[in-house]
C-alpha cells in the first residue's frame, strides 16, 4: 500500500517551490488535486520547448497530480473550493502575501471550515517581520538566507548555486512540517497553520556558515584556503573548500574540459595510503612522511602545495579513472558530474532516478525520480496533468455532484477564465 493513502490534498501551489513538495506527497501516494487558477499555473506556458504542450517546467513538478480549474473570483468557484476544502486532509499554497485573504479566506476561515484539514504555506519571507510582504523566487532566497554571499570565490562575485535550494529546498521543509502536523491532527482531531518561509529554508541549509560565523568572534578559520581573522565578521566566499573538518578540493583531470574535475575530500584516514600512492609518480617518494604535510594541522597550513601536487597526480588521468584510483583507497571523491553525465549514468538508471514518461501532447519525455526509497511503498510514477484533465471527475468523484449542477457551474463561469470586457 502507498504510504499516504487515503490522505486528499488541495494543492494550491504554483511554480517550483510548492509543487516539489506536493509532487513529493503525490509520490508516497495522497491524492493530490492541483487547484489551478483557469488561466492554468504560469510554468505551464514558461520556457517551453514544445509548441502549445506543456513545458518541462511544468511537467517534471507536477506528476502524479489531478488538475481541477476553478475561478476563485466567482461566488461558485468559492462554494466548489469550500466543498473541497471540507473533504480535503491538507491544503497548501505559495501565493504571494495577501492573496488567500484577498478572496476571504484566511487561515482562521479555512479551519472554521475544516478544523482538522492542515494547511501549508510558502512564502518568501514569512507572514511576520519587515519583509513579510514581499513576493520571492529561488534567487531572492538564495541572496537572502546566506548562499550567495558564501558561495563563490573570494575575489568573485557572489554567486547562486544550480541546486534549487530557495525553491525545491522550501518545498521539502514544507513537506516535514505537514507530515507532522497531519500526525498530531491525528491525535487531536485539530488541523493547524504550517508556515515556511524561504529565507528561513535557504539559511537553515546554510547552518555549517553560521558555525563559522560565530567561530571568527573567537579566531581564524584554518581549514578555510582564504585568509580569515578574529573579528573578521562576514564568512568568506571560498571556492570549493569542504566546507567541514576536512579538507576537500575539486581537482582538475584529463583532458581538462570543463566537467573533467574529481572533488577529494583528504580525510585524515586517508592521507597516508594516498600519499604513498601519489608520491612515487611525483617524484616525491617520501611524501607521506613529509613534515608538511605529516598531520592535519600541517595539511590545512599547506593545502594549497598539497592541492598542487594533487593536481599534478590527475594530469594523467581522467576523472573517472582517478575515482577508481582513490576508491580504492577509500578517499571519499566525486566527478563533477554533467547532466549530460547523470542522464547516461547507469547508477542513476538503475535507482529509478532518470525516469522515461509520456505524454499527450509531448511524446516522451524525462523526470528525475522519487529521491525517498520507501521499501514497502516504492513511487510509481504518472505524467503531470493537462490544465483542467479531472475537473468532472473531481466534481462528481469527490464532491458528488451531478450532471445538472456541473453544467450549472460551467455556465456561472466557475471553471473558467472570464471573457474579457469589450472596451
Ligand atoms: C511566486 C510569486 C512571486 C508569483 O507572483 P505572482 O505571479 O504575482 O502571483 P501571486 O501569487 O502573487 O498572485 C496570484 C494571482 O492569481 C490569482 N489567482 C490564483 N489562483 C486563482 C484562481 N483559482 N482563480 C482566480 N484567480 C486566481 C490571485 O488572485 C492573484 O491575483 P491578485 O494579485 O489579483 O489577487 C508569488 O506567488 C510569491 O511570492 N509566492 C510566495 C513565495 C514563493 O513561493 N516563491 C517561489 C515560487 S517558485
Known sequence: MEALKGIRILDMTHVQAGPTCSQLLAWMGADVIK???????????????????????????????RSITVNMKTAEGKQVFVDLVKTCDIIMENFGPGVLDRFGFSWEKIHEINPKIV??????????????????YENVAQAMGGAMSTTGVPDGPPFVTGAQIGDSGTGLHLAIGLLAALRQAEHTGQGQYVEVA????????????????????RGELPEYSVPTYKGMGEVPRAGNDSGGGQLGNAIHCKPHGANDWLYIVVQEAVWAPLAKRIGPELGMPELASDPHFATIGERRKNQQLMWTLINKYAEQHTKRELMGILNSLDVPCGPIMSTEDLANDEHVRGRDMWVELDHPERGTWYNVGMPIKLS?????????????????????????????QVSALKKAGAFSVPPKKAA
Do not use: W
Not at 539559511?203 to 563559522?212: G, I
Open 35 to 65: 487547484f489551478e487558477n483557469p488561466a492554468g499555473d504560469a510554468t505551464r506556458g514558461q520556457l517551453r520547448d514544445v509548441p502549445k504542450a506543456d513545458s518541462l517546467y511544468f511537467t517534471m513538478l507536477n506528476c502524479n497530480k
Open 119 to 136: 494547511m501549508g504555506s510558502i512564502k518568501g519571507f514569512g507572514s511576520s517581520g519587515p519583509y513579510a510582504d514581499f513576493k520571492a
Open 198 to 217: 524561504m529565507m528561513d529554508g535557504v539559511m537553515n541549509l546554510c547552518r555549517v556558515k553560521f558555525r563559522d560565523h560565530q567561530r571568527l568572534t
Open 376 to 404: 514497502d511503498s516504492p513511487a510509481v510514477i504518472k505524467r503531470s496533468p493537462l490544465l483542467g484533465e479531472h475537473t468532472d471527475e473531481i466534481l462528481k468523484q469527490v464532491l458528488g455532484y451531478d450532471e445538472t
